[in-house]
C-alpha cells in the first residue's frame, strides 16, 4: 500500500520545490556591484507590485536588502511584513510612482529623499538611508538598508 503512494508523494515534493524555487528565483539579492541608489530602486520596484511573482514577493524583496541590524530591530520577515502591511509603511505596497533623490553619502553610507504617490493619489515623503555591510561574509561591501523614515504626508495629487 505504502508503495503505491510513493510517486504521489515524490510529486508533490517535486512540486513544491519547483514552487519554492521559482518564487525565490525572481528576487534580487544583495552584491557588491549594485549601488545604493539601485538598492533602493529594487526595493520599491518590489513593493510597487508587491504580489507580482508570488504572494508578498516586493515585501520579501526588500527584506534580501535590509542590513542585518535592520533585521534584528524589525524581527523575523513575518513581523517585517505585518510592520510593512501596518499603517506607518502600507503606502509603500502597490504604490503608483517614486521618485529617489540623493541627500548625501560617504564612502560607507548614503542618503535619500523617496517620494512616492500611493494607490490613493496621496504623495508621502521618506528619508532612507543605506550603509556598505563591512563583516566578512556573502554580505561583504554590499549596499544595504539600516533605516527608513516615517512617512511624511504631502498631501493629494488631485
Known sequence: MMLKKLPLIFST???IIINISYSNADLKSP???I???????IQLVGLMDND???KDSGIEQT???AHPNNKKN???LPNFKMMIKGNSYQM???HLNH???ELGSSDKWAQFEVIILDKNKIYHKFNWQVEKYTMDGPLKDCWLTTMVSNPVSLGSSI
Open 63 to 65: 527584506w534580501n536588502f
Open 99 to 101: 521618485t529617489i533623490t
Open 52 to 54: 507580482k511573482d508570488f
Open 74 to 76: 524589525t524581527g523575523p
Open 92 to 94: 509603500l505596497i502597490d
Open 13 to 15: 515534493i517535486t512540486i
Open 35 to 41: 549601488l545604493p541608489a539601485e538598492v533602493i530602486k
Open 31 to 33: 552584491n557588491n556591484l
